[in-house]
């Protein structure tokens, strides 16, 4: 329920703010104290109301009313005490003349501004008392949340189960597929049985595929079963109905009207004692349920199989604990197979499709993004209509809309919004807040993590840090199936994600109906319809005309403002208009520079501000003001030196870009995770020194510089090294040093080292001559080690092999090296690159690289490996996906290089994996003439 989960959005912060209020000196005010007390007594009640409505399946419109008075009571409510502490500013007394003169010109200053505040909370009060008033009078709860009441309703799912496979598209391949695997024996015996887990998003036709492969295959079997889980499941009824569909196909009938839950489990395990059987079990939204319903399936060594679907990756893996079993992640159709489906349920075929109609229905196939459901839906409803272009642009402009109000889209309706309706409203709010963003939109992860921790959605919990707690929360998204990832990382980690575009319709739609995000320009919001208070805005187009809205709405209480790279910036309304800001993101916009930035220093709850890819040259004056900004990012940007005040910026966490000069007095910034890249070379040596004062820095990006005599810059690299060496004691994680000439050997004497160390990169020409010194065990979490060395030795390949939480390496020698990669050696490493491939020959041995995955760049010496008959040795590495070999041909024939390319072949397939292997320097297939001599 949209307007439920948001409403809690809005509360979160509010309760801990008020809290946060009594504990500090501004709540030990005259009077102050009681009037907050009070409001958070009232506040917390209408939360507690809130969290009962959740219950409710089908809120009748009193209720929705109700809540929506509720949410802007909150937000309101916070935007006064936001600019309540503002105005009164610091209360604390520090003693002196000094501070008590401060103080008081302070207080005549806004004196005005908290008598206006005043009349505010009596406002607030007086909203509060109505609000309470409403919901006694028309007695909501009514004891009990119940649904609505109606007719049950049709599962939308019962298409997939009795479709006919001659109008399925797409099924063929993943069906034969899966059939084979799921008749293959294991080698070993007994024969177990075996788990299949389908997983993928909602509509993506895992029910019809799991249906599909069971048509297939369910003569090799003594009885089959098909059981709906569902989000609510009823384990005696799901089991009742394996009994039930078991029992026709040659079991006993039981008077079963009295058993029990475990009656009915101990009877099913009776009758497929001896049974080789195939179950689908569809639908299945947590392990818990899983495990409650596999217990009741015995194994009976008989080659039994089970299929399972689902939309959640945690839920998948948890179906298949065992080796033998398989997860298998169902992909949209690809665009042959949907345009093949598309026309196929219109005209027959493409063929048959006017041509008049042709380029709408590109667009509407773009929208569909291969969701079988979404074609087969939106297909039904464009048959019912003229196949008129009009007509049919009409239908691709309304597909949000039509998903709430058309009948014949309300099964994909209903199917998506299942996914939504099973997230916690923590994650609700979360996911509503992606409406921000357009179509195909990819949303980098940490961008989006720190704005919701700017709009306050992310609170500690149990030890983990906000950035920790969002982070669990993106990740949920994901596994929940609600976002799709983009760019996996080798440690598994995700770097951005996106939205379907049917699963952002649903998102706009609960979005709009809360009125949680505002879209402009984007074709969704028309502002001269627009009711209540604009919280969040996305500008993703603007023009005159839209300026000439905007300058007719109340922009005071919007919280996020994004501008997209399309608008054009003269247009947008002044920053000082919106004094509520958490969030200013201007990511992309080329022509900032055009945009007259004055009034920034009014937005004194700004958190989040990004300028990255603007291009400006210098920032705002007023930034320096902005005292709780917590992220700056000035990344693609000209900005290379920062106002004089920034330091003032003590709750700055993430500060992005690459500056010229640090500014003075930067070890005061204590709270900084992430600085911007500098030249160590550049900087006063007494600025870095003051860098031993971040002891919360976990990123640290920074350059050599490349003049001639660096060695003349030797006492600016022993302060950076002196800093380091405090830095080591806290909590550094990524570490990277670069310079185009010069030396990093100054690093041997670094010391003590970061425990916390997971990343640390070191490149240029000659940056160091050996393996470090101190690259030993003792880097227990050093995960990703990217070196360029001078030389490459046995003994440096031996200090390597024995780190234990490797997971990518990049070796960048410029001298040759022939060695082997001993068994034991890298037990964790899943990518190993190198970054210039000459004049080395490195071989695996059994045992060796376990879980390697990728190799690329791999250098081949043709020359040095002929005395061992090419010999690679990647046979030996279970879990490799892919080989970039490079072959050098130096001091080799033509012949040769052919040779080793072919042993290379050889090992590839002799792999269980059989990995894919790709060549460069491979000589070319001769196409008849005068061959090359040797």
């Given amino acids: 329920m949209a307007v439920v989960s948001a409403a809690h959005g809005a509360f979160g912060p509010l309760l801990g703010k008020l809290t946060a209020l009594l504990a500090d000196e501004c709540g030990r005010l005259k009077g102050v104290r009681r009037e907050i007390r009070s409001l958070r007594s009232e506040l917390a009640s209408m939360h507690a109301a809130l969290k009962e409505y959740t219950k409710l399946d089908d809120p009748n419109h009193q209720v929705k009313a109700w809540i929506s008075l509720v949410r802007e009571l909150a937000y309101d409510t916070e935007d006064v005490f936001d600019k309540f502490i503002h105005h009164l500013g610091d209360s604390q007394d520090h003693g002196g003349f000094k501070d008590l003169f401060r103080k008081t010109v302070r207080r005549l200053k806004t004196l005005g501004a908290r008598h206006g505040i005043a009349g505010e909370i009596h406002d607030l009060k007086d909203r509060i008392r109505q609000v309470k008033e409403l919901k006694d009078c028309y007695k909501l709860l009514n004891d009990a949340p119940s649904s609505t009441a109606g007719p049950p309703a049709v599962d939308p799912r019962l298409h997939a189960l009795f479709a006919d496979e001659a109008h399925l598209v797409g099924v063929d391949g993943p069906r034969d597929h899966l059939a084979k695997w799921m008749l293959e024996e294991a080698n070993t015996s007994p024969k177990h049985c075996k788990v299949l887990s389908i997983v993928g998003f909602g509509g993506l036709g895992k029910t019809t595929l799991a249906n599909e492969v069971c048509r297939k295959i369910q003569g090799k079997f003594d009885c089959k ?43 099913l395990r009776v009758l497929l ?13 947590s392990t818990q349920a899983w495990q409650a319903i596999k217990c009741a399936f015995p194994e009976n060594n008989c080659s039994s199989r089970i299929i399972a679907t689902t ?115 923590r994650l609700k709010t979360c996911l509503l807040y992606l409406s921000l963003f357009p179509e195909d939109h990819v949303i980098d992860r940490d961008r989006l993590v720190r704005r919701w921790i700017a709009e306050g959605f992310i609170s500690e919990y149990r030890g983990q840090s906000k ?23 080798y440690d598994g980690k995700v770097h951005a994600c996106r939205v379907h575009d049917m699963m952002l319709e649903i998102i706009i739609s609960k979005s709009a109906e809360d009125n949680f995000t505002t879209v402009v320009g984007g074709g969704q919001t028309s502002l001269a319809n627009h009711q209540g208070s604009i919280r969040r805005l996305s500008i993703q187009h603007i023009d005159k005309k839209l300026a000439s809205e905007l300058a007719n709405v109340d922009l005071s209480h919007v919280r996020t403002l994004i501008v997209m790279p399309s608008c054009c910036v003269t247009h947008l309304p002044s920053l000082d208009r919106f004094e509520a800001l958490r969030v200013l993101d201007f990511e992309g916009c080329g022509d900032l520079k055009d945009y007259d930035m004055k009034g920034m220093e009014k937005l004194f709850q700004l958190k989040y501000l990004s300028f990255r890819g603007t291009g400006i040259s210098k920032l705002p004056s007023g930034i320096v003001m902005l005292g709780n900004l917590e992220t700056l990012d000035l990344r693609n ?16 966490q993430h500060l992005i870009g690459y500056l010229n000069k640090l500014p003075n007095g930067i070890g005061g910034m204590r709270n900084l995770q992430e600085m911007p890249i500098f030249v160590i070379i550049s900087q006063e040596t007494d600025v870095l020194e003051d860098l031993r004062n971040l002891t919360s820095l976990e990123e640290l990006y920074v350059d050599l510089g490349d ?52 990343r640390f990169s070191a490149t ?46 990049t070796l960048r020698p410029s001298k040759k090296f022939f060695g082997t990669v001993q068994a034991t050696s890298f037990p964790n490493l899943k990518v190993l690159y190198f970054g210039k491939p000459e004049q080395l020959y490195v071989s695996f041995v059994k045992e060796s690289a376990p879980k390697l995955e990728e190799l690329i760049n791999m250098p081949f010496s043709v020359s040095a490996a002929k005395a061992d008959k090419f010999y690679l040795g990647i046979h030996h590495l279970p879990c490799l996906k892919l080989a970039h070999i490079v072959l050098d041909k130096k001091e080799a024939t033509r012949s040769e290089c052919k040779a080793a390319a072919a042993a290379i072949r050889k090992e590839a397939g002799a792999n269980s994996n059989h990995p894919a292997v790709y060549f460069e320097g491979e000589p070319a297939e001769e196409t008849g003439g005068i061959a090359d001599e040797d």
């Fill in 467 to 489: 950035q920790e707690v969002a982070e669990t929360y993106f990740y949920e998204l994901i596994n929940k199936s609600m976002v799709q990832p983009v760019g996996i990382w």
């Fill in 637 to 652: 940007t000209h900005v290379r030196e920062l106002p004089a005040g920034i330091t003032r910026l003590t709750t700055l």
């Fill in 707 to 758: 003049e001639v005599s660096c060695e003349d810059k030797r006492c600016e690299q022993e302060a950076f090294l002196s800093s380091l060496c405090k830095l080591g004691t806290c909590k550094l994680c990524d570490l990277e040093i670069r310079a185009y000439r010069g030396s990093l050997d100054f690093l041997d004497s670094w010391s003590p080292l970061p425990s916390s160390l997971q």
């Fill in 273 to 285: 004692q001896n049974k080789r059987y195939l179950i689908i079990i569809d639908d299945v939204w």
């Fill in 225 to 267: 079963a098909f059981v709906s889980v569902s989000q609510k499941p009823d384990i005696k009824k799901i089991i009742k109905d394996v009994i039930s569909q078991v029992s026709c196909q040659g079991g006993s009938t039981k008077d079963t009207s009295d058993w029990d839950e475990m009656k009915y489990i101990s009877e």
């Fill in 311 to 425: 939309r959640i990756i945690e839920v998948a893996k948890s179906c298949c604990p065992d080796d033998d079993d398989r997860v298998y992640q169902l992909e949209a159709l690809s665009d042959l197979h949907s345009r093949r489906l598309f026309f196929k349920r219109l005209f027959g075929s493409e063929e048959h499709c006017p041509d008049m109609l042709k380029e709408v229905s590109n667009k509407i196939l773009k929208k569909c993004g291969g969701l079988p459901l979404a074609i087969i839906s939106i297909s039904g409803l464009l048959a019912n209509r003229p196949a008129i272009k009009e007509e049919w642009e009409k239908v691709k402009r309304s597909i949000g809309t039509a998903l709430e109000k058309t009948n014949s889209l309300e099964g994909m309706s209903s199917i998506l919004s299942l996914s939504y309706n099973d997230l916690a409203p």
């Fill in 764 to 809: 240029s020409p000659d940056s160091l001559t050996n393996v470090p010194k101190w690259i030993t065990p003792a880097l227990t979490n050093l995960a990703n080690l990217s070196i360029s060395l001078t030389e490459l030795t046995e003994d440096g390949l031996l200090a390597l092999r024995k780190l234990p939480s490797l997971l990518r390496l």
